[in-house]
């Protein structure tokens, strides 16, 4: 499944084992006063591709289908009802190669247009089914994930719009925490964040599973300030992590890797 590689199901636990080893259905009300467009998260536009996976647009700025291969995500903006609960997005998964396998994504938004609360239904399992909730702050910056599956939540930490130190508590409510740098020897300032890139499990080991490729549709809150540049693990191990731009514009990433393993890179092409 190589679009869900953009869901981060494998690159940040390398990143990390390699260097380190290491249900409730009740939302928040459903809110309609904002809705979600990409140029509220993307402000110098979308990327044409992520490690291949293209994105198609409608005429109001809103992500339709993102396709990669056989693997298709659309996205449906309305009324949706689901487990006697009302949402405003569904993103549903499809791979041509299992035709009966696949989900639907249900998501709540708040005021500012981000998802608040999903549910997931299985199309294989109609009466299984997983949850996340989201915090956000004032910016529109991710605070805080609560998920069903795994039971582990998140705590998320800024200071001058970059995310510093995220708690992961476990189901016996023990933290494990991650602390982020913005500067390396190679980068001995920070590197503005002008693309908004934000990989959730990749760059900051946020574990969204099939929620991270929401990010593409504006639908999960607003970047980091500037680009992550190393990551350090609560059992004091470090990552450096390593950004390729154009060389026509410094700014403007073409590639995302952590330490040394440049060839499960994260790739970016532009417009």
């Known amino acids: 499944m190589k679009l869900l590689k953009l869901t981060s199901l494998g690159f940040a636990a390398l990143c990390f084992v390699m260097t380190s080893c290491s249900d409730d259905n009740d939302g928040p009300e459903v809110s309609t006063s904002a809705e979600p467009t990409v140029d509220n998260v993307f402000t110098e536009g979308l990327p044409a591709s992520v490690d291949g996976a293209t994105f198609t647009t409608n005429e109001k700025g809103q992500v339709t289908k993102i396709v990669d ?3 298709v995500i659309t ?5 949706f009802s689901s487990r006697a609960a009302e ?3 569904a993103m549903r998964y499809s791979d041509n190669n299992y035709p009966d396998e696949g989900w639907t994504i249900y998501m709540q938004l708040n005021s500012q247009g981000f998802v608040s609360h999903a549910l997931q239904v299985y199309k294989d399992d109609e009466y299984e089914n997983d949850t996340w909730d989201f915090g956000y702050n004032a910016d529109g ?3 805080s994930l609560k998920r069903s599956e795994g039971e582990d939540d998140y705590e998320i930490t800024y200071a001058n719009g970059n995310i510093v130190k995220v708690t992961e508590i476990d189901e016996d409510d023990d933290p494990y925490v991650y602390t982020f740098n913005y500067t390396n020897d190679k980068y001995t300032t920070p590197v503005e964040n002008t693309y908004n890139l934000m990989l959730f499990d990749d760059m900051f080991e946020i574990d969204m599973d099939e929620m991270g ?12 300030k500037n680009l992550p540049m190393g990551c350090n693990y609560g059992d004091g191990d470090a990552d450096n992590y390593n950004w390729s731009f154009d060389s026509n514009n410094n700014n403007r990433p073409t590639k995302f890797w952590c330490g040394g393993y440049e060839w499960n890179a994260v790739s970016f092409s532009w417009k």
């Open 69 to 71: 291969g056989d693997e």
């Open 87 to 89: 949402y405003n997005v």
């Open 213 to 224: 490729i929401a990010y593409y549709a504006g639908l999960l809150g607003k970047s980091t």
């Open 75 to 79: 996205f449906e903006y309305g009324t």
């Open 141 to 143: 910056q991710l605070t």
